[in-house]
């Protein structure tokens, strides 16, 4: 494939078929919204939306060795990791910054995926993929193989999902917990069932062979049409995820932020042993950290973008990493990293936009949580 030429996911003719505005994202032709941003956040967040993500990148991991492996590899415990269960993890330097988060599972045994999936971001999967095959040459009994192009993933989000989905699944998804994971059939075919998601809504991400993913896809929009499901593409995915204070790599996340710094100290377990980073981690806890990352709203009109400087008292003390108007909360909001000084809730602080500073405040993380 040329270098310039866009990969396509198996439900590509579904996206244009249903209006989807298609635009690149991380080497892919994605739908960035169909109906409009605004009425598919809305849509998870009271009955319910459903995301082609088949983009993102997933590794396989198995062998003996495969549990040590990836204690060796990310900050969290993997060793506490029961079957059946996922975790929140990352990809992390020396220096204990992020080359990438993660979504660690633990396979059943005999699940045709191998004892471990591990799903990363897709601007990422080549760079992740090779670094986990260079410490699989160096480690006993493992083997890592990048299954990405084998699988697809959907998305099914909103208070609405469980009810949904749960006729066309074989497995009870109803019983499954937060981060939880089963291997069953959904409308007949294959699918490994989680009870995951970026939008801070309930719902479930469902990992198909991509042969069965346009299938899988027609049997939920046409059950969910009585639900008010609706499509939804990468415009709303980013403005529920932001309300729900997830990071996102490139934004929040980079070579040059550690877990403490973006307020995800709790994936980091000092106490498991070895692991790449931990040196570094365990002196930045010790010491303190020199940023935290900070939830904002603008008081009044505007809207801060990424990229935006952020100043209090008249100087520059950080920079916004992500900004939008959110259609929940119905105000402007944005996360920013800024010297732990500023990062009380309450602080007021400017947010310069094409040379005029706005009034904001920072805000408790995050923004918006459903209730149970």
Do not use: C
Not at 8 to 15: A, G, N, S
Not at 335 to 363: N, Q, S
Request: cysteine-free; overall charge negative; charged content about 25%.
């Amino acid at each position: 494939m040329p270098e310039h030429e866009l990969r396509r996911t198996p439900l590509y003719e579904r996206h244009v078929a249903a209006g989807g505005k298609m635009v690149p994202f991380a080497g892919w032709e994605m739908p960035v919204q169909y109906a409009g941003v605004v009425a598919e956040h809305r849509a998870v967040r009271t009955a319910a939306g459903l995301f082609d993500v088949s983009h993102m990148g997933e590794v396989r991991v198995a062998g003996p060795g495969a549990e040590a492996f990836l204690q060796r590899l990310t900050p969290n415990d993997v060793g506490k990791l029961a079957a059946g269960r996922a975790h929140y993890s990352g990809l992390l330097t020396e220096r204990g910054t992020y080359l990438d988060d993660l979504l660690v599972y633990r396979l059943d045994a005999g699940d045709p995926l191998g004892d471990f999936l591990v799903v990363v971001n897709a601007a990422n999967r080549e760079r992740d993929a090779a670094r986990f095959r260079e410490f699989a040459r160096a480690a006993q009994g493992v083997e890592v193989e990048d299954v990405s192009d084998a699988l697809a993933l959907l998305a099914l989000q909103g208070p609405r999902a469980a009810e949904i989905l749960a006729p066309l699944a074989s497995i009870e998804v109803g019983a499954l917990r937060y981060y939880g994971h089963a291997r069953g059939e959904v409308g007949g075919k294959p699918a490994l069932v989680s009870r995951t998601g970026y939008t801070g809504e309930d719902g479930f991400e469902l990992y198909l062979d991509a042969a069965d993913a346009v299938a899988v896809w027609d049997l939920l929009t046409d059950r969910g049409e009585a639900y008010g499901l609706q499509p939804a593409g990468l415009g709303a995915r980013d403005t529920l995820r932001l309300e729900a204070a997830m990071a996102l790599y490139g934004h929040e996340l980079d070579e040059e932020t550690t877990p403490y710094e973006a307020g995800l100290g709790w994936v980091v377990k000092l106490d498991k042993g070895k692991f790449v980073g931990r040196a570094a981690l365990e002196r930045q806890k010790r010491e303190g950290v020199g940023k935290q990352l900070a939830g904002f709203e603008i008081v009044g009109r505007g809207i801060a973008r990424e990229g935006h400087a952020v100043r209090a008292g008249g100087a520059a003390v950080g920079r916004v990493t992500s900004g939008t108007w959110s259609p929940t909360l119905e105000r402007a909001i944005g996360m920013a990293y800024v010297p732990p000084a500023f990062a009380a809730p309450g602080t007021e602080l400017a947010i310069e936009v094409r040379g005029k500073e706005l009034p904001a405040r920072v805000v408790p993380l995050p923004f918006y949580k459903r209730s149970q």
